[in-house]
Structures are given as structure tokens and as C-alpha cells.
């Protein structure tokens, strides 16, 4: 039987002093965590390690033993991820606990080779895997953070905003896939049923490049919305997706496309019955006045 | 058997879907609905199918069918009040519906229907 789950448990307070001795010289982000918090994370990890070991387990970190280190490295990488660390110096911060370990265990075997050697392999295991724990954990919260911003960007991009009575205007930003055309299409058609509109305009300025998937999707839009008694122009056609549009032979037949927003604003008017005109006088020019036609 | 009622208005005939539509009331609507149209001679048909949530392709193909039908008892179809879920499901199923008119309610819907017979003015100056 390894006296070294015995030895942690004895020495963890020395254990701990040489570790935080070894973080300040080794890998040490001043910028990012305060010598307070870094005093309680290690105290924190220090006890759980040493509780677990009190189990004699130390090859299998899965058991209901380990469960407090594995949450406490959990809580860490969390809040390491967004504190803003590096993978590697989340890493470090349980990999440099080997060499305060390793003193530890040659303190405690002057004599027997054997069993030092013995000892140290059991560390290095332990903390290589408590380090494992560290980084799959960091990995994890990172993704999720991914996985939110992906998601608000996603409700960002696609906003459908009221240009005159009866008129939509729905601004794409960044390239069209199936997610974000059941999005745009959701929230185009509920516009329209809420502001009655009888026009809406998609702007394409802001898509990249249209392929024959991005067409496909626009005219989906475009039909669902027809289908519900609204009419769609597409505009902020830029020159090369026209050409793109022509070589790829996609057919854009009953789709009224305009170059400019501007264009199919004025268009949107002419269908709906409205017209913008300036007012004469001091401030002609300056201001425009909305005439319904009879 | 319940029946969707078909109501008359002047050279059009208006049809208020309110209930679950199934295969037969479907069929049994097309064919009240040809008859009402060669019956009144009308002009125009206006279909409000604002509480339909569910369609399938068969009840989208119908519609398909009516539109096609009136055109040739020389009557124009406009469906109106389609909610979103319903269209992004017929986009889906891909139908598109290229033979039907579509407004958004009834009131754009009748406007619609008179401005396609071309006596828009006349009507509404009475």
C-alpha cells in the first residue's frame, strides 16, 4: 500500500505553500486574478485533493471521493474561461502543483528508490488527470459561451423594421443558411401580420455572396410571404451578384429586384398608393410631406 | 354533414373557413363552391382562411384546384388572412400556389377582387 495518499494528506499545508511559491514564479497572470483569489482557489482545490486521497483511490478520479475536486476544477476553469486565460495557463495552474508533490514525496523517502519512484508515478497520474479534468471543463464552458454569442448574433442579424405604413424592410447581414432563413422567415411573416403591411423589401446588401442554396432560400421567403397576400422586392443587388446570379442560372422570374433600397422604396410607395412629395415654401426641400393618392 | 357556408356578396361569393378542414369537407366545399359560382354567376371568390393552423398538401393542393376552377367558370380567387405558420408549411411542401391570389385580410382581399374586374372606381364611387 502507497503512503502517498497518506503523505497528501499530512503535508498539504506545506504542499500548498510551495505551490503557490512555484505559480509566482512560474506562469503568473497579475492582470487577470488577484493574489487573494488565487490563495483561495488553491486552498479550495488543496482540500478536496487531499479529501479525495483519503480514499486511497488515486488512479480512478470518478468515484463519489473525487467528486469535490472535480467540481472545484469545474468551478475554476469556468471562471478562468471567462476571466479571459489561455488553455495552457489554465492547464499550468494544476500542472505546477508536480514539483511541490515531488518534493513532498523525496522529503518522505530518503532512503527507498523504489518507493519513491513508486510514489511519483502515482502522482504524476493523479495530477495528470486532475489537469485533464481542467482542461475538458475549460473546453466546455468556452463552447457554451460560443454557443450563446452564436445565438444573440443570430437574432441580431436578422431585425425587421417598418419603413412607411404598409411597408417592411428586412436588412440581411451576413450569409443566408437554412437556421437563419426559418429565422428571417419567421420573423418577416409575423411583421407582416402584426403591421398589415402589404410591401416588404429585402435588402441583400449586407450578404456576402448569393449561391444557388441562398437563392433557394430568398425565393422560399419570398413565396411564404406572397402567400399571405405581401409582396417582396429584393434590393442592395450589387453588380457581382448579379453576374453570379446570371452565371449560376439561377431564375429569379416573378421576383422584382432593384439595385438600391432607395429604388425599391419608391416602388414599395407606387403600390401601396402613397407618395412623398417636398413642401413648398421656407422650408422646401427640407422637410416632405405624405399624400395619400385618390 | 357540416358544410362550410358560402356566402353571397353582390358578384362575389365569400367563404369563411372556421373549422378543422378535412379531406371531405374539402371536397365537399369545391363542389359547392363551382356551383354557387355558375348558380350567381360571379365574379370573384374570397377565401378568408385566417383560422386554418394546420394545412397539409392535399388541403393546399385544393386551394390550388379552386383557384383553377373558378378561372374557368371566368371567377377570380383570392385566398386572404393565411397565418404564417400555415405559408412557411406550404413553402415547404412546395407548394407555391402561383395560380391563387393572396391578400392579407378580407378588406385588402375584396379591394383586391374589385381592382381584378377592373371597376374598382366604380364601385366604391357607388
Redesign the interface.
Known amino acids: 500500500m502507497s503512503k502517498l495518499p497518506e503523505m497528501i494528506n499530512k503535508h498539504h499545508e506545506e504542499i500548498r505553500a510551495d505551490w503557490l511559491k512555484q505559480m509566482s514564479t512560474a506562469v503568473r497572470r497579475a492582470d487577470l486574478i488577484s493574489n487573494e483569489e488565487l490563495e483561495s482557489q488553491s486552498r479550495e482545490l488543496m482540500d478536496a485533493i487531499a479529501s479525495g486521497a483519503r480514499s486511497g483511490e488515486l488512479t480512478n478520479l470518478d468515484g463519489p471521493a473525487w467528486g469535490q475536486a472535480r467540481d472545484t476544477l469545474g468551478a475554476i476553469s469556468t471562471s478562468r474561461a471567462k476571466q479571459g486565460f489561455s488553455t495552457s495557463e489554465t492547464a499550468t495552474f494544476v500542472l505546477s502543483l508536480k514539483q511541490p508533490i515531488f518534493n513532498a514525496v523525496r522529503r518522505e523517502n530518503p532512503s527507498d528508490p523504489a518507493a519513491l519512484f513508486d510514489d511519483i508515478w502515482k502522482s504524476t497520474q493523479l495530477i495528470d488527470k486532475l489537469a485533464l479534468i481542467t482542461a475538458d471543463a475549460f473546453q466546455a464552458s468556452r463552447e457554451k459561451f460560443i454557443a450563446r454569442q452564436q445565438e444573440e448574433l443570430m437574432e441580431l442579424s436578422t431585425p425587421v423594421v417598418k419603413l412607411w405604413d404598409g411597408i417592411l424592410a428586412l436588412p440581411i447581414i451576413g450569409t443566408l443558411d437554412s437556421a437563419r432563413t426559418q429565422v428571417v422567415?419567421?420573423s418577416l411573416?409575423?411583421a407582416?401580420?402584426q403591421t398589415?403591411?402589404?410591401v416588404a423589401i429585402i435588402d441583400i446588401t449586407g450578404v456576402p455572396t448569393v449561391d444557388t442554396l441562398v437563392a433557394q432560400h430568398l425565393l422560399?421567403t419570398i413565396?411564404?410571404?406572397?402567400?399571405?397576400?405581401?409582396d417582396c422586392i429584393i434590393s442592395g443587388v450589387r453588380p457581382q451578384i448579379a453576374q453570379t446570379i446570371v452565371h449560376l442560372g439561377i431564375d429569379l422570374a416573378g421576383v422584382i429586384t432593384k439595385a438600391k433600397l432607395s429604388d425599391a422604396f419608391a416602388l414599395a410607395l407606387q403600390r401601396t398608393g402613397q407618395v412623398v412629395t417636398k413642401v413648398n415654401g421656407d422650408n422646401a426641400g427640407k422637410r416632405t410631406l405624405l399624400r395619400r393618392e385618390e | 354533414m357540416e358544410r362550410i357556408p358560402i356566402l353571397r356578396m353582390g358578384q362575389f361569393l365569400l367563404v369563411t373557413i372556421q373549422v378543422d378542414m378535412h379531406d371531405r369537407l374539402a371536397v365537399q366545399l369545391q363542389d359547392d363552391l363551382t356551383e354557387k359560382i355558375s348558380e350567381c354567376s360571379s365574379r370573384g371568390v374570397l377565401i378568408d382562411i385566417s383560422t386554418l393552423e394546420i394545412v397539409d398538401s392535399f388541403i393546399g393542393r385544393m386551394l390550388a384546384n379552386i383557384a383553377a376552377m373558378a378561372r374557368v367558370l371566368d371567377a377570380e380567387t383570392v385566398?386572404?388572412?393565411?397565418?404564417?405558420a400555415?405559408?412557411?408549411t406550404?413553402?415547404?411542401l412546395g407548394m407555391?400556389?402561383s395560380g391563387v391570389r393572396?391578400?392579407?385580410?378580407v378588406e385588402?382581399?375584396m379591394e383586391l377582387l374589385y381592382e381584378l374586374r377592373g371597376d374598382f372606381n366604380s364601385e366604391m364611387g357607388g
Do not use: D, F
Open positions: 422567415m419567421e411573416l409575423q407582416v401580420v398589415n403591411s402589404r422560399k413565396t411564404a410571404a406572397r402567400l399571405m397576400g405581401a | 385566398v386572404v388572412g393565411m397565418q404564417p400555415v405559408a412557411i406550404l413553402v415547404e407555391s400556389l393572396t391578400a392579407l385580410n385588402t382581399g
